[in-house]
């Protein structure tokens, strides 16, 4: 089975302060993780993803999330928020061992990047 | 870029009525996807579908539910009779990548 958990469902920050969204998983397999943000009246948009390689990956609009495995986490990162990241964020996981491709979502994080 | 769509973006039905939510993938596209959120709730898988059958389908997608690609573009989620738990946003997803799955803007369902 696959879970997903993210702790928090709202964090506050500052314009220009850094942002940190955390997502912590649980899967049998390798673990192929994903973040989406929402906006509001729209779907859900692709930011980046962990698949292999290097543990820090890079994705849109300044964000960077960092995999770690011994602490089966994935949290989500930006250096200076702004305030158009104001935002739900969804943390993903699909198990490398699942036959199907199907994605198991957290809860989601509301972001509010206050000016 | 190509997106999928979705139509119509908000859709009212009486409890009992069948309801047809439709997606237009990114044309390339090979695997599809419906996934619902209810409100204040998670996004939740329902089921995946690849060269003309369902490949993978949760507990929620049950006889009520079928989906079908009935042109090379469409891709159709029906509900046969809806019921007041069936109210949730339904996203339509696809990808070709291996692995990312890029998803519509969603259809709102209200079943009153």
């Known amino acids: 089975a696959q879970s997903v958990a993210q702790p928090e469902d709202q964090v506050n920050v500052a314009e220009g302060n850094p942002l940190t969204v955390k997502c912590t998983y649980s899967v049998s397999g390798n673990p192929y993780l994903f973040w989406y943000v929402q906006y509001p009246n729209r779907g859900l948009q692709f930011l980046l993803k962990y698949i292999t390689g290097d543990n820090l990956v890079k994705g849109s609009y300044g964000f960077e999330a960092e995999f770690n495995k011994s602490q089966t986490s994935f949290h989500l990162k930006k250096p200076s928020a702004l305030v158009s990241d104001s935002a739900l964020y969804f943390c993903a996981v699909r198990d490398s061992r699942a036959a199907g491709n199907k994605l198991t979502f957290g809860g989601g994080t509301r972001v509010l990047v206050k000016p | 870029e190509p997106e999928v769509t979705q139509t119509p973006s908000h859709q009212v039905t009486q409890m009992g009525q069948e309801v047809i939510l439709r997606c237009v993938p990114i044309s390339n596209h090979l695997y599809f996807y419906w996934y619902r959120q209810i409100l204040g709730q998670k996004v939740e898988f329902l089921v995946s579908?690849?060269?003309?059958?369902?490949?993978?389908k949760s507990e929620i997608f049950d006889d009520q539910f079928s989906v079908e690609r009935p042109d090379g573009s469409n891709f159709t989620l029906k509900i046969r009779s809806t019921k007041l738990e069936d109210s949730a946003m339904y996203f339509c997803?696809?990808?070709?990548?291996?692995?990312?799955?890029?998803f519509g803007p969603g259809t709102r369902l209200t079943v009153l």
């Open positions: 579908f690849y060269n003309n059958e369902i490949s993978e």
């Open positions: 997803a696809s990808r070709n990548n291996p692995n990312t799955q890029y």
